[in-house]
Each structure stands twice: as C-alpha cells, then as structure tokens.
C-alpha cells in the first residue's frame, strides 16, 4: 500500500537582497515604502528588526525597524530622534501610529558591535587593535557623547560595547539604540 503524499510545505517567502535570495519574516509598510523584515536585532523585550528596502537607494538598502507600544517610551524616542540630525547616529526615516502602536524606520549603521569585536580579539580571530588606533577611535566616540550632551541635549542612558558599532569605511565608533535615551530638558 502506498504511503499518502505529505501535504506541500508552504515556503518561506523571500526578497530579493543585492543579488541573493533571502527570507523574511514579514513585509511593514511604514507610510509609503514597504519593509522586509529579515531578522530580530538588539534586545528581546524590545521589538526591533533589521529590515530591507529594494527600492531605496541602488540595489536597495538596510534599515532597523522599530515597533512600539503607543505611550511615554514612544513619545519620549521621538523626542530624542528629533535631535539626532547628524550621520554619526541613526536617523528617523519616517514613522507612522497603526492603532496602540509606534513603527519607526531608522536608517542602519553598518558594522560590528565593539561587545562582538572584542569577543573576536579575545578568541584569537582578529589581531589586537593598535594602540594608536584604540585611542583615535576611543576619542571621536567621545567627540560624539560630548556633541551629543552639549549641542543636541540628548543623555543616551546605555553606552556600553553592545551599542557602539565599529564601522569600517572610515573605521570609527558610532552608538546605536537610542531607546533610554532622553533629552535633557525632559528630566
């Protein structure tokens, strides 16, 4: 007797990624462009993805997608990504309310984590970096946190290796997840 035919798999879809195939879980339309959820990022209570645009920008470019629930921690992000006008930190590209929710499109900084990097150094995969290095990169981070307090009157609240990325063209140090964010005349 024949074996029944197992029912067909539904595929994952997937979006076409600068030249590669790759699955996502979800498309998020955020006002007039669709977004391509390709992956959870960053913290697990916080809802946070790296997203996908094909048609942003040749062959398409990488956003974090941010869902939050509508009240002060909204309001207060919204309030800081205001201030965050400068490349050296994500930018809102647009957001929209969809009933008791916030989605926010931020643009993505591409590079490592310096938690990752150092992990990297200290398993033997990557030379250390040179002290001459360490220290520029250390100080235009810090060039970054004193513009930051100063002009743009913004407190990130949680500057640690996970939320400084390293990026390679030019090598520097930029901070990320703006979420404890605050700004100064708030408090």
Known sequence: MAEPAEPPQNPQPTVNVRGRNRPYLECRRIRRRDYYL?????????????AFD?????????????????GEAARQLRRVQRRLKSDAFPRVVEWQKHRHQIDVALTWIEGISLADYLQNIREGRRPPVEPEQA?????????????????????????QPANVIITSDPSRL???????????DWT
């Open 135 to 159: 220290v520029r990169l250390v100080r235009g981070l810090a060039h970054g946190v004193c513009h930051l307090h100063r002009q743009l009157q913004v407190n990130h609240g949680d500057i």
């Open 174 to 184: 930029r901070l990320i997840d703006f979420g404890s964010a605050w700004t100064t």
């Open 54 to 70: 094909s048609l942003a920008g040749e062959g398409g470019s990488f956003f974090q997608v941010l869902s939050l629930p509508d």
């Open 38 to 50: 390709l992956e959870r990022v960053g913290r697990p209570h916080r809802e946070s993805y790296l």
